[in-house]
């Protein structure tokens, strides 16, 4: 179906439909909503000139008009609106319409030299009427992205109608509108056009309700602002598959691809507006569900932000883009929680702003500040009398999203996985289409360093030698996989068992477009995480490799490598291949190695790229950074290759000794049947397929923590394949009774112990206790 036939049909629709509307709701209702949202496009409520960070802002506004004037054709049959934006390539018709609206903005906030300006107003109103009469009407059938036109460009121009609607005739203020309702005839649909109508969801579904929410209220219409408000209300339901938010924390969009970081923040941020600019009116949100969208706040974007950094592995094609870090969509994300914490509980409000506080304080790389809108400023500046937190200790397992994040104190290191739920990479609209090892097991030590990955990182990066990952360097073609979350495995296997903050977590890796296949696992503990790597093969006629370590060294770093007592690589373009026990990199961590010595490969070098390398979109200026990498090579073509290792992120050159000496771990297993280790009264499994550990003996492929504490002991399982309904497991503790057990759990008693089945949800652990 065409958008004209849609159109028509919805036209008919409507009129036999009858709304449940409000009784009080009248002229003046709307009145007071359009003033509300001018005040929150502005800031109009709060700004003190005086004070230098809202003379900044607004510094920052006049500038960025005074900018995009020179560009504006004043020619009398022009054909665009700036000169610089041809309006037959997409995305200029949105960018004309976000810089118009910057300037609407600045002519109806009080302090800008723009402010109730004569000749801008005059230049706004004259580009509206250009846009309106050369392509953005009812006429016009979308080219290039969907989203320029559905999304891009309605959020803009509903915004201008509001700024500028007592400086609008009705009838231009009509006709405006009706080229929204052309494009978005609902905001249940997009309609990309090789596709047609797709429901929408997500962010996309904010954005889209956003955009006729704003547009109802210039014309009045409730029928419009009813049905796209009570629209939210599926964004933050809970799903069991595609968009959305997962009863774990995860969200996802496109179906595929985690993207807490990006897709996610627009979504909050978007609801967040809403939910304020309807409050106390008669069109206020009540759906009692919407407690789902507060707990996400905790669950889904707490865990996930680290000293003002919005972790890459739920950024997507975002980590591309030069004009979007790490701390871009942390500060984004800042600003969001900041507005929904206005409409929830006091107390709960009260810790959202110490986190948030918290991330402001320790953020020694860039400013929230710097940069900021008005309304930012405020938000930011509402924390002078909020204490700020630490981060919190623990681990979270985003099993929907094959992601994870282990904390301790002054550190967080984060784990990106891909199964045949989760893509490896999106790339798409010529954005990261290098990004495909991303998935493969690559892991982000976020520490001291606050700009390690926001400093130039993936344009610089050896992007065949990420992190963590084990990688046939067979040679990739850009978008290897697929477009827009199609590069994903055959593999289940991916997941993994928490307990009281410590986890055992691993990934059945199948290689990107490759032959080559892992069974990578990750013990997350105290002072260390423990990766063991086993039945690494391949096929591909190339060298398969596990990248310990590749740290941006930045600019100028000269951290010292110090492998087994001696340093190595100190030079600018060295490299070496040393038998490594242990290893310790200056100001980031120790590696001690577990089984053997192994052939560590080292190279302290300078890369040279660009952000154009990496994303279409970007500049094209050389940027060199230095990085220290480590890597084992297992050979072209291995066949049951293996490797073991821990990381002590912060750990100095003492402690990584003594650890390398005496670490009190253990590994029990490292096959491709199990994996395992012992540290203390800890043992963490991971069964890939029926095996027997120490104690415990898997009868179901699953992920198992067991920890002693005197006679009683804890045991975690989980199904990290998401396959079958149960998961079973063996416990040799003869005499052992059952304290407590979650639900879904049964345990049966036998002559050699207690045989444990657990009903197994979306690869949630459940969790038992046993005395001896």
Known sequence: MNRRAFLAGTTAAAAALTLDLPAAAAPVDFAALRAKWAADLTGSAVIDPADPDYAAALGRLDTAVRSSLVKLDRAADRKLVFTDLPLTADPSVPNTYVRLEQWATAWATPGSAYHADVALLADVQAGLASM???????????????????????????????????????????????????????????????????????????????????????????????????????????????????????????????????????????????????????????DPKRQILFDSVTKAYLPVVHDARMMDFVRGRAVSRYNASDHNDGYTAMEAILRLAQGVDPALATQWRAAVAGWV??????????????????????????????????????????????????????????????????????????????????????????????????????RYRLPGITVDKLPLAPKAGGEWGAARPATAWVGGSTLDGYAAVGQDLQGPASPMRARKSWFCLDQYVVALGAGITGSSGHPVETVVENRNLHSAGTNILTVNGSPQVTELGSAATVDAHWAHLDGVAGYVFLQGNPSLHLLREARTGSWRDINTGGPTTPITRRYLT???????????????????????????????????LLVLRNTSDAQAVLSGQLLLANFWHPDRVAELTALTPCSVIRRVRGREIDVAISDPTQLATTVQLRIALPGATVVRADAGVTVRRTSSGVEVTAETTAGATKRLTIRT
């Open 630 to 664: 480590m890597w084992l090579d297992h050979g072209v073509n291995p066949a049951d290759a293996k490797y073991s290792y821990l990381i002590a992120p912060g750990a100095s050159l003492a402690q990584t000794q003594s650890l390398a000496s005496r670490s009190g």
């Open 361 to 462: 304080q320790r953020d020694t790389f860039g400013n929230v500040l710097s940069g900021a809108t008005i309304p930012r400023v405020a938000l930011i500046k509402s924390l002078r009398r909020i204490t700020p937190v630490p981060q919190t200790n623990g681990h979270t397992l985003f099993a929907s999203m094959d992601r994870s994040v282990h904390r301790r104190t002054g550190w967080a290191y984060s784990i990106s996985m891909a199964s045949r739920r989760i893509a490896y990479y999106e790339c798409g609209n010529g954005e990261n289409d290098q990004g495909f090892h991303s998935g493969s097991g690559m892991t982000y030590l976020y520490d001291r360093d606050n700009g390690q990955y926001a400093d130039a990182f993936w344009p610089t990066v050896d």
């Open 132 to 286: 309106d009469q050369l392509i953005y009407n009812p006429s016009t059938v979308e080219f290039g992205n969907w989203w320029s036109w559905e999304i891009g460009a309605t959020r803009p121009l509903a915004n201008l109608l509001v700024l500028l609607y007592d400086e609008l005739p009705a009838a231009t203020r009509e006709r405006y509108c009706a080229a929204i309702d052309h494009f978005v005839p609902d905001p249940y649909l997009m309609f990309p056009p090789e596709r047609g109508p797709v429901i929408s969801t997500g962010a996309n579904r904010v954005d889209l309700c956003q955009a006729i929410i704003i547009r109802s209220l210039v014309t009045d219409d409730e029928a419009k602002l009813v049905h796209a408000r009570d629209g939210l209300s599926d964004t933050w339901q809970y799903v069991t598959s595609g968009d959305g938010f997962y009863r774990d924390g995860s969200f996802v969009q496109h179906t595929w691809v985690a993207y807490t970081g990006t897709y996610g923040h627009v979504l909050l941020s978007g609801i967040g507006k809403l939910l304020a600019l309807l409050a106390n009116s008669p069109w206020a949100v009540t």
